[in-house]
């Protein structure tokens, strides 16, 4: 077996996407592998969007070790705690999620991972968590009709100058009665009137009719 970095922090071991365990011996039930001395979470492509568009092949990657992340949508936090393995200690992410059962999934896996914040809220309305930094990156994984307009809306208040943004496109959830291409055209260019796309990829196999976009702030 080989072990190859594909992003910082991201590695490519076997044919399996990976990153380092920041927590050794703790997972959300993946496989472990034990190689050259460290312990490595292989990350699905069929359970986590982000996975699912490094394995399609994106080129931009910009979660890095010590990045600040505002994550929208985190859920029970298990894509969340991958991007907790690539930023370490020196790093945090503002996970909102607006399910009280998720959120109560969520505070379980904080209390292993420090750099991960649970916040109970609605992303449609950031001033409800305004306390919140400015990021590095704003990673929303949100079904909901507006979702490119509740990334951008968010984006403007916590994204860093030059700072990155990435979204999966959930196109039924955005519209089920209209081809997903269509959707995924119409949110690319609602982004580019504010942002750079630097990456865009389909998720299929893994996601039906879903896509993901990497950009920056202009």
């Known amino acids: 077996m080989k072990l190859k970095q594909v992003f910082e922090g991201v590695f490519l071991l076997g044919d399996q996407i990976a990153t380092k365990n920041l927590i050794k011996g ?34 931009n990657f910009p979660i890095k070790k010590g990045s600040k992340i505002l994550y929208l949508g985190i859920a029970q936090g298990q894509t969340a705690s991958y991007f907790s393995d690539i930023i370490g200690n020196d790093g945090i992410i503002y996970g909102v999620e607006f399910s009280a059962r ?36 704003v990673y929303e994984d949100v079904a909901d009709p ?34 997903p291409k269509k959707v995924f055209q119409e949110s690319l ?22 896509a993901f976009i990497v950009c920056r702030s202009k």
């Open 102 to 137: 998720a959120v109560s999934d969520l505070v379980i896996a904080c209390e292993n991972r420090s750099n991960i914040v649970s916040i109970k809220a609605d992303a449609r309305k950031p001033e409800d968590y305004s306390w919140v930094e400015k990021v590095d990156v």
């Open 146 to 179: 507006e979702q490119v307009a509740i990334l951008l809306r968010n984006c403007e208040a916590f994204l860093k100058k030059d700072g990155y943004a990435m979204i999966g496109i959930k196109a039924r959830s955005i519209d089920v009665t209209m081809d």
């Open 26 to 59: 703790r997972s959300y039930s993946e496989k472990i592998i034990n190689f050259d001395g460290k312990e490595y979470r292989v990350w699905n492509p069929e359970k986590s969007k982000a996975a699912a568009a490094i394995t399609k092949g994106i080129k």
């Open 189 to 210: 260019e609602m982004i580019k009137n504010k942002m750079e796309i630097l990456d865009y990829v389909t998720l299929d196999p893994y996601e039906a009719d879903h």
